[in-house]
């Protein structure tokens, strides 16, 4: 019978560097990350009423965005931070750049999603529940216009960002709001619209909050 050697923090820094490189352009993370708790400075960046703050944290700590994935693996996550994937035509086109493009990993191989932010403290459903707030409404064009690029011209995009391993992205993820803040009819206009809208994935930041204090109870008890 084979023996088990025990994993030391040198096979753990050599594994990292390993998969830092496979895309050695991006931000990197993974779960050994949290030997450093992150939890104090989101919840902070959270309740600023910034994204701009939100985003620096997640850009920080990349593995953080990867609890929003749904079916990830958590083998890791690379993160690419404002890329421009469509420039400011001369004509006055605005141009495209998601808050991140990221990667993660599973036994079936590496899967791209595009990510957009808004605010903790603005819910994706109005007041009412009968329709989408103004960041709602304003974040699903983003999110649309984002995919539709990629699915035109993604060799383009890949050219210009230079990521020659970049493919067609499995979808968006919007993260907006506190599902702890929520109304019923709120919780239902959103779920609704993620079953009738399957490339785009809205998440409540509260599902980043709890699987991190999840996993940090987890790493404790150890």
Same mark, same amino acid.
């Given at each position: 019978?084979?023996?088990?050697?025990?994993?030391?923090?040198?096979?753990?820094?050599?594994?990292?560097?390993?998969?830092?490189q496979?895309?050695? @352009?991006?931000?990197?993370?993974?779960?050994?990350?949290?030997?450093?708790?992150?939890?104090?400075?989101?919840?902070?960046a959270l309740?600023?009423?910034?994204?701009?703050?939100?985003?620096?944290?997640?850009?920080?700590?990349? *593995?953080?965005?990867?609890?929003?994935?749904?079916? @990830?693996?958590?083998?890791?996550?690379? %993160?690419?931070p404002?890329?421009?994937?469509?420039?400011?035509?001369?004509?006055?086109?605005?141009?495209?750049?998601?808050?991140?493009?990221? %990667?993660?990993?599973? @036994?079936?191989?590496?899967?791209?999603?595009? %990510?957009?932010?808004?605010?903790?403290?603005?819910?994706?459903?109005?007041?009412t529940?009968?329709?989408f707030?103004?960041?709602?409404?304003?974040?699903?064009?983003?999110?649309?216009?984002?995919?539709?690029?990629?699915?035109? *011209?993604?060799?383009? %995009?890949?050219?210009?960002?230079?990521?020659?391993?970049?493919?067609?992205?499995?979808?968006?993820?919007?993260?907006?709001?506190?599902?702890?803040?929520? @109304?019923?009819?709120?919780r239902?206009?959103?779920?609704?619209?993620?079953?009738?809208?399957?490339?785009?994935?809205?998440?409540? *930041?509260?599902?980043?909050?709890?699987?991190?204090?999840?996993?940090?109870?987890?790493?404790?008890?150890?």
């Open positions: 019978m084979a023996a088990f050697r025990k994993v030391t923090p040198e096979d753990l820094a050599e594994l990292k560097r390993e998969l830092v496979q895309f050695p @352009s991006a931000g990197f993370g993974w779960l050994p990350d949290l030997e450093v708790s992150p939890l104090e400075v989101l919840v902070s309740e600023s009423s910034s994204e701009e703050a939100i985003q620096k944290v997640l850009s920080a700590n990349p *593995y953080l965005i990867q609890y929003a994935v749904k079916n @990830s693996g958590h083998h890791g996550i690379w %993160v690419f404002k890329a421009m994937i469509r420039a400011r035509g001369a004509e006055g086109t605005p141009g495209l750049v998601p808050d991140y493009l990221i %990667v993660t990993q599973s @036994s079936l191989g590496y899967f791209w999603h595009v %990510v957009e932010l808004k605010r903790f403290d603005v819910q994706f459903a109005n007041r529940g009968d329709g707030s103004a960041a709602g409404n304003k974040a699903i064009a983003q999110c649309n216009a984002y995919l539709t690029h990629f699915q035109d *011209y993604i060799n383009v %995009v890949r050219d210009s960002i230079r990521i020659k391993e970049l493919i067609q992205p499995e979808g968006a993820i919007l993260l907006i709001g506190d599902s702890e803040k929520e @109304s019923e009819a709120q239902l206009c959103r779920s609704s619209f993620v079953r009738n809208n399957p490339k785009i994935d809205v998440v409540s *930041y509260r599902r980043i909050v709890e699987r991190l204090k999840s996993d940090l109870g987890v790493r404790q008890a150890r």
